[in-house]
Structures are given as C-alpha cells and as structure tokens.
C-alpha cells in the first residue's frame, strides 16, 4: 500500500538558507525601507537557521549596507553601464557576493556558487552569466581597486559626510566615517557598578573608564551570556550610559525620565535609588520597557503620553530627555539608518525636539537639573535645539559638565561644556555611540 503525503504536511517553502534570508533583509531594508531591527524581528525564517547561519546572516546584511558605497564602487568598475532598476535584485546579490568575496573573506568558491545559487529562478535567472563575470573580475582585481577607494567617504551618504565636515572638519568627519565601518563591540551596564571587576572577569570583558563593560564582537547571543537570567546587566552602549548620570545624585528624587523606552536610562536611573516616572508615546515600547526592568528586579512608574505635552502631578526635582532624533551617531549599531534617514526629515524631528525641551523644562521644580540628550551627531538636534529653546525664553540656565563626570575622559566634553562622544572616541578601545547631551538647571 502507497502512502501519500498529505498537502499540508509539505514545506510550503524550501529550508531556509542563510544567504537567501540575507537577501530578503538586505531588500526589506533598502527596497522595503523597513529598518534593519523590524526586517529582523519580521523574519520569521531566521528561528529556523542555526544559531551560526543565524549570525551568519545578520552579519552579512549589516556589513553591506555598512560597506554599501564600497560594494557599489566596486560593482560598478566591472559594468559597462548600471543595471535597470527593474532588475534592482541582481544588484543586490552582486553587493552580497562582493561583500562576501572582499570584506568578508569568504572562499571565493562559495561566494560565487552559492551567490549563483540565489540567482536559479526569478527575475535574476537570466543574469548567471553576468554575476559569474562580475565576481569572478572582483575575485582577481577586487582587491587592489579596494585599496585605492576613499572608504570612508565612499560609505558615508554626502549630506551626512558634509554635516560632519563642517561641524568636526574632514579629519574628525573620516575617523567617524572609518569607525562607523565595522562591527562595534557589546557594551553592559551594571547593576551593581561594585562588581565590575568580578563580572568582567566571568564575562571576558574589559572595564571602560566610564564604568561600562566591554565585550568583543561575536560573543554570540546576548540572552545566553552569564549574569542575563539574573538580571546582573543590561545591554547600553557606554555612550549612552552617560547621559542619566549628569543629574547628578538622584537618591531618593522624583526623577522623570522622558522619551523613556525600551529603558536603558530608567534602569540607570532606578538602580541609583531614584522615583522615577518613565513617560513614552509608544505603548509597546513602554511594555519592553517594563520587561526590561523586571528582569532587573527594579521598578518605575510608566506613563504612555505625548513628551511635548504631557506634566507631572507634581514638578520633578531632576529630568531626563533623551529625545527621538536622527540617531545618526549609532550608524555603527543601524546602519540601516544611513540608507533611510534623509537631509530633509530633521526639519519635523528638529521641531519635535524643541517642543519637548520646552516642556521638559517647564515639568522640573525651580532650581532641578534637566538634561537634554540625543543620539544625534547633527548639530541642528544638539546644540542648536538647546540654544533655541533658551533663547525662545525658557527659564534655565546651560551648566558646565565637568570630565569628572565621565570618567575623567576630556575629549568628551566640548568648548561649551557640554557632552559630545563621537564614534571615534576611546578608538582603542572600540569607540563609542555619537551623543549630544547638555545639563540645565531651571531657574529659580
Ligand atoms: C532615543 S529613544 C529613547 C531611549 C531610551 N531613553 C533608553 O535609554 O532606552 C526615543 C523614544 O522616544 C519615544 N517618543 C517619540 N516621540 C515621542 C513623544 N512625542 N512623546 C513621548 N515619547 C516619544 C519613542 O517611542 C522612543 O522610545
């Protein structure tokens, strides 16, 4: 007797391949413009790739579009003119192949069979001959025309590179653009800052001067390192770790902390002793946010409402404002983001920005600290919001930030006396997210 299978019992789709996965998140990001977080969180095959393939894959995606101007440069050496956008996917399996063959150190065998493997059916079928000749030259040639490129500049879109010149001058603008290029490392905050050198040990991380801990790249999945189920740590680039602290002591303060989620600053804030009130727009966030702070056994209050608008009950005796912004100083963690943020978004998000100071100042009592934050490297979402909110006649004051207070390290505090990490900050140690982050005090 001949069984047959039932339709339902067959794969409706093949086993997932971890190139064929990087693929479709290298378009959802570019094509789709989905960020590369959301292309992630949306791939549903990736719970299906081992846990190698799965790192595979990812890391695959965020080196393209990191080396994106590099891989195109590239590419566009070996064709005599540029593919149709029509046939966009073929270009995007020759950035994969490139990035593999030339960045990666991929065999060159497997670069190029199993990028000709992604190429069997749809519209890219007719283009095996045409990926054979492009790899094949960049296997021979790739290298040395790779040595002549200008990198930095290549990789980093022109209205950022501009910005960054005439804020920083060019060579600041090429150390952030060649830090932004590579993995950054895994950076943890502490619950207990007493323990640091004790759960560096455990984890083979190095203690930064700022208190952070450091981990290299490919330590592998985050939930599965010692001290995650305990809630000993939380995962806050040490950039970022910076900013809550300039409140100074907040023991026992009623502490807002405003733009709150997913709650790095309010696991910071919580663990120092502080009353906070964690304010967010976005109930989801809000949800990860409380997630997060059970893990680590802490509590604040939450509140979802508009930070433009929304007051406390009562004024606050310290706030935080760590404002949404263009996040263009965590290329290095989204390179999504240099694909998908444009010159013309920060006008709305400039706006936002000072409608929220403005309100931040006026939630604080006379006399507290408010600090302003982004994870911006323009200058219109830094400086610029704080000088206009002040000189709209909000009634604060700007205050120096001493190296002290973080970690001794000068070069992180500008001529105004405010923070500004850049990318390529504590290079030897693997550098840093780019913040903006200036102390207030309301006036009394
Ligand atoms: C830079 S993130 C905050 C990161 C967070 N402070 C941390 O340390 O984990 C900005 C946050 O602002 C929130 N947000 C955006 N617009 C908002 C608004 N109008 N009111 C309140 N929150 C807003 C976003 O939902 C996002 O969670």
């Known amino acids: 007797m001949s069984v047959s299978t039932p339709a339902s019992a067959v794969p409706s789709f093949p086993p997932a391949n971890a190139r064929r996965v990087a693929l479709d998140l290298l378009r959802a990001v570019l094509r789709g413009r989905h960020s590369l977080d959301e292309a992630l969180a949306n791939e549903g095959r990736l719970a299906q790739l081992d846990v190698r393939d799965r790192a595979f894959a990812r890391h695959l995606v965020a080196t393209s579009l990191r080396r994106l ?18 046939f966009g996917i073929v270009q995007d399996l020759l950035r994969l192949g490139t990035c593999q063959l030339l960045i990666l150190g991929t065999p060159p065998h497997a670069a190029v069979a199993e990028t000709l493997r992604l190429a069997e059916k749809g519209k890219q079928a007719g283009f095996k001959k045409l990926i054979t000749a492009v790899l094949r030259r960049l296997e021979r040639e790739g ?33 952030i653009a060649l830090a932004q290029s590579v993995e950054p490392p895994l950076d943890l905050s502490l619950l207990d800052a007493g323990g640091a050198e004790s759960w560096a040990e455990r984890l083979g991380a190095t203690v930064l001067p700022t208190g952070s801990l450091r981990l290299p790249t490919g330590r592998g ?30 023991a026992g303060k009623r502490v807002l902390d405003l733009c709150a989620a997913p709650g790095g600053k309010t696991a910071q804030l919580a663990a120092a002793g502080a009353q906070v009130a964690a304010v967010d727009a976005d109930p989801d966030r809000l949800a990860r946010l409380i997630e997060n702070l059970n893990r680590l056994s802490l509590a604040a209050a939450t ?36 694909h998908l943020k444009r010159a013309e978004d920060l006008p709305s998000i400039v706006a936002v920005q000072k409608r929220m100071l403005a309100n931040a100042i006026a939630c604080a009592e006379p006399g507290a600290p408010v600090v302003y934050a982004v994870c911006s490297l323009q200058p219109e979402e830094g400086p610029e919001v704080v000088a206009a909110v002040l000189a709209a006649g909000a009634p604060a004051s700007c205050e120096r930030i001493d190296a002290d207070e973080v970690g001794g390290l000068t070069e992180l ?32």
């Not at 599965?224 to 189920?229: A, E, Q, S, T, V």
């Not at 939380?234 to 100074?248: E, F, K, N, S, T």
């Open 69 to 86: 101007g590099t891989l195109d440069a590239l590419i566009a050496r070996c064709l005599d003119r540029p593919l149709k956008r029509e």
């Open 143 to 175: 290298a040395s025309w790779l040595a002549d490129l200008d990198t930095a500049q290549v990789d980093t879109p022109a209205w950022l590179w501009d910005s960054w010149s005439a804020a920083y001058g060019e060579s600041t603008a090429r150390a």
């Open 221 to 250: 999945e985050v939930a599965r390192l010692p001290g995650f189920d305990e809630g000993a740590w939380w995962v806050q680039d040490a950039a970022a770790a910076l900013p809550a602290r300039l409140l100074g002591p907040v």
């Open 303 to 338: 509140v979802t409402a508009d930070a433009c608008r929304w007051r406390p009950p009562r004024p606050a005796e310290a706030v935080l404002l760590d404002a949404p912004c263009s996040a263009t100083g965590t290329l290095r963690r989204h390179p999504d983001i240099a």
């Open 413 to 444: 505090i500008d001529g105004e006396g405010a923070l500004r990490t850049l990318p390529c900050h504590l290079a030897q140690h693997g550098g840093l997210d780019g913040f903006y982050a200036r102390r207030l005090r309301k006036a009394v």
